[in-house]
């Protein structure tokens, strides 16, 4: 469910949580022809930098997704790297990334290094999101390899209506989805710039999958059996009565994750 796992966006992290997470999605299109260059300099030059962020204390992970649909020279990006914030201090060092590039990359050239960076594929655009609600399968032992991220716009005057929304009908399907083992977890994201009414999305929800096919089963799923268990005297058709009150559903894409690295668990 998907911006952003999280999105949960990165490495299993507690049930429930509600602390500091912000994320940074940077949608890059790849020129045709491109793709094996792009994702060599991702995993040789970006990837140590991202690690040694995370090792530093400055970062608390990074992720590499693949978008493959819509494909196409017309698609507006086709990858996506999230980097994720657990603290406003982290977030001061968001800047520092050059630094340790270079740091990483001592002696080499840097200037052809950055055209190698530029020439590999497009920086569409940079968005941020935070973290209002997130929730997993306390089983898992590696990040989710497939999200469902869904967009969403929510009128300015109903954010506290969605937010409910989302925790009275939906929250308890998907911790169902969980204990069925048909789901790997959701994470509830807020986009915080760009931001003002000409933006087509204002929410994200993100749906994390184990693999490809646990997607499959949960797509397979019966919906109405489960709203009649989950939510007595319910119907599936009332369920999403009750959402289109509150939110416009703008699009669904599935990421695959190609690369992550995360901070460890303290000492």
Sequence with gaps: MVLMAAL??????????????TAYVDFMYVPEGMAADYLQMEREMAMPAHEEAIRQGKLESWSLWAIPLPGGTNA?????????????????HAGDFIEIFQQV????????MSGIILDSRDLVKTHRLSSWMSFSDDQLTSPPSVIQVVYLKVPLNKGANYTAMEEQLFHPLHKKEIELGLRAGWEGWQLQQPFGSSVDYTHVAVDSYKDADQLAR?????????????????SWSQVMDTFMETAELVRVEEWRLLESVAAGPPN
């Design 8 to 21: 949960l966006l990165s490495a299993p992290h507690s049930c429930y949580s509600q602390e500091f997470r």
């Design 76 to 92: 507006e990006y086709h990858y996506a790297t999230v980097r994720i914030y657990s603290s406003s201090e982290q977030m001061q």
């Design 105 to 112: 990359h001592e002696g080499k050239d840097f200037d052809e």
């Design 218 to 234: 949960n797509q397979a799923n019966n919906y109405g059996e489960m709203v009649s268990e989950v939510h007595p005297g319910k």
